[in-house]
């Protein structure tokens, strides 16, 4: 990221200093409670060394092609590997080792002065920086709109992708793959019996979407429906009792809500307008920036909910606006407005830009009962310019008027549209997505007002998406969360322990839900998680939730996960694959699974727990790379 010459005492490089993320922790979060009930069972998988080794082998060759077109001018900082990457101050780092002009360029007067970021050797994000072409746009091998979403998929369908994987390319499939946190065998059902578009539009409508289940469970995280001054007199002055709430409350609604899509929307807003959840200041507003910025307008228009981010005492807070004065004016919201929130790095804008955005933002503070409040005193006058945007701000108590109208220009600005239309075609086709599929995005966003619904219709009629089969690896959090749903776990006898305990697993492997501390947001790529410890946790949580390890909630005895014992081996590797994957293996890999067991496709079940192996076959599945693509 760029260097700053005038921030606050909680830079964002200097807040993410102590991070080891996706791999670390974090030096302003609480220490994790020790977990003796998470079953990792250290001894089964030191027998299982072995075939989990090949396991491992065979998910990086049936891994697409398309993750080693990540070429480009940061390769050298993927190759430091995922928790080098993934701390905060690697942005700054990662300037100088693959920038243009090398330390000179960066530490230049013209770096931080005249010139962009960009030129300066910056990059947008971190998905931009692993995600990024040569130039040219990439053919998937199919590619246009269609009338509809199910034209779409059938026309896609029909062509020959550019980059095979193992994946079934089932439409259906595809969808709950993107669309959804992990694919059921319920929400398939619902699909193929009222067609892909009918299950879009409704799921386009949360409202219409009736989720008895998810508002059960939200039940047993009280302070989630709070307001600000509810969760002042429910919990102590600084606890983070509420935001940790938060956090299992959000966990939850991933594994459970029957508004998937609209999740799946809320995470990528989450991490697009990033708040981390804990922080030292969202003891009692964090809760709200969930639910009055990233739940009301996840589905709405992104005008509206950069507006409300800009007045949500949380992101003032988190961003050091609260404390910025026009006697000492903190850049720090001023820049992410720009950088991650807006038009990004690559929008044209300057260190003078930077300065005048914070300049606009002065005087939005927060009152020590944690409300928004903009203050006159506290506004810097004088003219202002950020790229086209100009206002002689003569006026103090115009000020917050004044910042009004330039959130809504950067809202519409055609570096916005594409910023974010790049993030979408990252978080729903591929890491590199083509440059035609981002443009259309882009078009719809500005031809609809900002609106987010009417671009992710373009985004399903479009051939792209279908094509892209297998073409996006799973984030640590939803492979856990798919797991979890394939296996059908569910609420129990005391589901907010058991959630508890679920969460304290995410923090393991590096991606509690909400949790990243610097401001861009979880990374969504799969290069940035690229790393033994995280495929190592990841597959010891398999493991926990086969077992049942956590207790307080229900699930599944794994000799029951296929129903009616089938005859032979073979027959019952189909129906494990069929239950936990939706598709069968192939035969090498399915081979691998009989010498795993010591027998032979036509081998008699005589039991089905397979002889006591079932607890570690299971996993097996979940391990492969059927289940590590999204």
Do not use: C
Request: hydrophobic share 40%; charged share 20%.
């Amino acid at each position: 990221m760029a260097e700053r010459e005038q921030s606050g005492p909680a830079e964002r490089d200097g807040r993410a200093a102590g991070v080891g993320a996706p791999n670390g922790e974090s030096r302003h979060r609480a220490p994790a409670r020790r977990d003796t009930g998470t079953g990792e069972r250290r001894g089964a998988t030191n027998r299982l060394a072995p075939v989990l080794g090949t396991m491992a082998r065979a998910a990086r060759a049936g891994e697409p092609a398309l993750f080693n077109l990540l070429r480009n001018r940061r390769q050298v900082v993927i190759g430091l590997g995922a928790a080098a990457v993934a701390t905060g101050a690697v942005g700054s780092a990662a300037a100088v080792l693959g920038g243009g002009g090398g330390i000179a360029a960066a530490v230049s007067d013209q770096a931080t002065s005249t010139r962009s970021p960009r030129d300066a050797g910056s990059f947008a994000d971190r998905d931009a920086s692993y995600s990024q072409s040569l130039g040219e746009s990439i053919n998937f091998g199919a590619t246009g709109l269609a009338e509809t979403p199910a034209k779409a998929a059938e026309a896609a369908l029909k062509a020959t992708p550019v980059f095979p994987n193992p994946l079934s390319r089932d439409p259906v499939l595809h969808l709950l793959r993107r669309a959804t946190f992990g694919p059921t065998r319920t929400e398939a059902d619902a699909i193929r019996a009222v067609g892909i578009d009918a299950w879009i539009d409704r799921q386009l409508e949360p409202g219409r979407v009736e989720d008895p289940i998810g508002d059960q469970v939200l039940a047993s995280f009280p302070t989630v429906g709070m307001s600000t001054a509810q969760i002042r007199r429910a919990v102590k002055e600084f606890d983070w009792a509420a935001q940790y709430e938060l956090g299992h409350a959000t966990l939850a609604r991933q594994f459970w809500s029957s508004r998937q899509l609209f999740e799946v929307m809320v995470d990528f807003w989450s991490n697009h307008l990033n708040v981390t959840n804990p922080f030292d200041g969202g003891w009692d507003v964090r809760t709200s920036f969930d639910s009055q910025v990233i739940r009301k307008h996840a589905l709405g228009k992104f005008s509206d909910m950069l507006a409300a981010s800009a007045r949500n005492p949380a992101m003032l807070r988190y961003l050091n606006n609260n404390e910025s004065h026009r006697r000492s004016v903190n850049e720090n919201y001023g820049r992410e407005l720009l950088e991650l929130h807006t038009v990004g790095i690559d929008g044209g804008y300057t260190e003078s830009d930077v300065r005048n955005s914070a300049y606009i933002m002065t005087g939005r503070t927060v009152t020590n009962e944690g409300e928004f409040r903009y203050e006159n005193d506290r506004h810097w006058i004088d003219p202002v310019k950020v790229l086209g945007f100009t206002d002689k701000n003569p006026s103090r108590p115009k000020g917050l008027a004044l910042g009004d109208r330039y959130l809504q220009y950067l809202a519409t600005h055609e570096a916005t549209a594409k910023n974010i239309a790049r993030k979408l075609a990252v978080r729903f086709v591929a890491d590199t997505p083509p440059h035609h599929l981002v443009q259309r995005l882009a078009e719809a966003y500005l031809a609809n007002g900002t609106a987010i619904a009417p671009v992710l219709r373009v985004l399903f009629r479009s051939q792209e998406f279908w094509i892209s089969t297998g073409l996006k690896a799973r984030r640590p959090l939803e492979n856990f969360v798919a797991t979890a749903r394939s296996l059908g776990v569910a609420p129990g006898a005391d589901t907010r322990a058991g959630i508890e305990g679920l969460y304290r697993l995410t923090q393991r492997f590096g991606q509690p839900p909400l949790g990243w501390v610097p401001p861009n947001g979880y990374p969504d790529v799969a290069a940035a998680w690229r790393s033994a410890h995280a495929t190592l946790a990841i597959w010891n949580s398999h493991r926990a939730l086969v077992q049942g390890a956590q207790k307080g909630l229900s699930y599944p005895k794994p000799e029951g996960l296929v129903g009616k014992r089938p005859p032979t081996t073979g027959q019952y590797l189909d129906a494990l694959a069929a239950r936990l994957l939706q598709q069968p293996l192939t035969a090498k890999d399915k081979q691998a699974m009989l010498t795993f067991l010591g027998s032979k496709e036509g081998t008699a079940v005589k039991n089905a727990t397979l002889g006591g192996k079932i607890e570690h076959l299971a996993p097996l599945f979940l391990d492969s790379i059927y289940h590590a693509l999204r």
